[in-house]
């Protein structure tokens, strides 16, 4: 499978932008789909986390209440709506896919992972 981020960039503190990640190769629709970043210096953290049917959504505590994350199946896309943005949310980001058991939260709980998209945010 392959997926592919975009709709990263530079954005001033308080601003949105909406992440994309594009799936192909394997059926999407019936996977859960995750959000993670990595700032430099730091390990790749959690961001949020989607079931096959958008059923169930999980969210670290940084960006509860600030992100949103969807998926359009018939488009085979996630999204990550990123709201009142701060410079802590500057991070690379990337999408992964899960086709095994565990925890949303847990990096090893994702099988394929996209290539990322730079988010900077400035104060």
Known sequence: VQLQASGGGLVQAGGSLRL??????RTFSTYGMGWFRQA???EREFVAGIT???GSTYYADSVKGRFTISRDNAKNTVYLQMNSLRPEDTAVYYCAVRYRSG???SRGSYDYWGQGTQVTVSS
Not at 20 to 25: D, F, T
Request: glycine residues 20%; charged residues 15%; aromatic residues 14%.
């Open 20 to 25: 994309s990640c594009a799936a192909s190769g």
């Open 40 to 42: 430099p210096g730091k």
């Open 52 to 54: 096959w049917n958008g």
């Open 103 to 105: 925890s949303y939260d």
